[in-house]
């Protein structure tokens, strides 16, 4: 498969008065066409910001990319000037974003924010691109949808809400999708109808898809690779099979301990990761994660282990991952 979106070495930082945030701390990755890529990782671990950066929404001040590059499906998106992006943006790439009740503007209709998106791209008339969105929410499973383009955003429940925020996402057919944590605060029903519905229609459009998580059950279903993310920097990538079956990081080996499993005993604990993320303005030149690592030696406090392949499409970031599964077999 042809690669459709390349970032190298991009690094993202804040500058505050506490003093300078690198949320993203030079992440290179790639996604290729129909493929779909998880970033997994904790709360403030940069997932959402190296998202917005793609899209170059990242305001200053305070924020401001500062290295790297963005390349997709041919185009350097750093070097692209405001109007070039507008373009680009909910055409060729789109984003749900966390939280549709506020992503979604109050006081306009469904039928007017959808038809926003089409009206700005397209050369359609207000009839066409009405009719367009009806055919929108009747794609993503809206009941009734006539009556919805009438209603507005508290009118509808946060499930409907969220299919809304997809058929948004998806009225231009982009060739990348952008899914920040788009099952946040909707139940356990919900949240596989609309994960669901998301890979149904990815597939079905052949779009590419960028899932941003921290609900491991959601990478093991649905994403192709994985991206683990900690302190801003991505500490392994693999398959979903690799990251899953193999884990050779610690901290992917803890989070993947402190997600509750059916097929343990029931009496069994969960192994929660001790300690908290670090503060991403003293940050030092060692493993971020070693204050909170059962693994880590002093070698670990001196320098950052660089990503190294420790199989084919498996990259591990860690000084520790030729002797992990030992030292896990002994612990255990």
């Known amino acids: 498969m042809a690669t459709l979106l390349r970032i190298e070495n991009l690094k993202t930082q804040f500058f505050t008065s506490a003093g300078t945030v690198k949320a993203v701390d030079g992440i290179t990755y790639n996604v290729d066409e129909g493929e779909t890529v998880a ?13 917005l950066s793609i899209l170059r929404l990242i305001l200053w001040p305070p924020g401001k990319i500062v290295d790297g590059s963005i390349n997709f499906d041919g185009k350097d998106l750093l070097s692209l000037d405001d109007e070039a992006m507008r373009h680009l943006r909910g055409k060729d790439i789109s984003m749900v974003f966390q939280e549709p009740m506020t992503s979604l503007n109050p006081v306009l209709s ?15 008339s207000n009839q066409e691109a009405s009719k367009k969105a009806l055919e929108l929410l009747e794609m993503v499973g809206i009941s009734d949808p006539e009556r919805r383009l009438d209603q507005y955003p508290h009118h509808l429940s946060g499930g409907m809400r969220q299919r809304v925020m997809i058929a948004m996402a998806l009225s231009c057919e982009p060739k990348l999708i952008i899914a920040d944590e788009p099952t946040t605060a909707l139940d356990v029903t919900i949240q596989a109808q609309i994960l669901e519905l998301m890979k149904d229609l990815t597939k079905r459009l052949g779009a590419s898809l960028i899932i941003i998580t921290h609900n491991l059950g959601v990478v093991a279903r649905y994403a192709d690779r994985v991206n683990v993310m900690y302190a801003g920097r991505i500490i392994e990538m693999g398959t979903a099979q690799d990251i899953y079956h193999n884990p050779r990081h610690p901290y992917t080996l803890a989070l993947l301990k402190s997600v509750p499993r059916m097929d343990l005993p029931r009496q069994d604990k969960l192994d929660p990761i001790e300690g908290q993320p670090p503060d991403l303005t003293r940050l030092d030149g060692g493993c971020s994660f070693r204050p909170r690592c059962r693994y880590a030696k002093d070698s670990c406090a001196h320098s950052f282990p660089e990503l190294e392949a420790v199989d084919e499409g498996h990259f591990v970031a860690c000084f520790e991952k030729d002797d992990l599964k030992e030292k896990e077999r002994v612990a255990s």
């Open 39 to 51: 970033l997994v990782g904790e709360s403030g671990c940069g997932k959402s910001v190296s998202a």
């Open 110 to 124: 469904i039928c007017e924010q959808l038809t926003e998106t089409l009206i700005t791209h397209f050369p359609i």
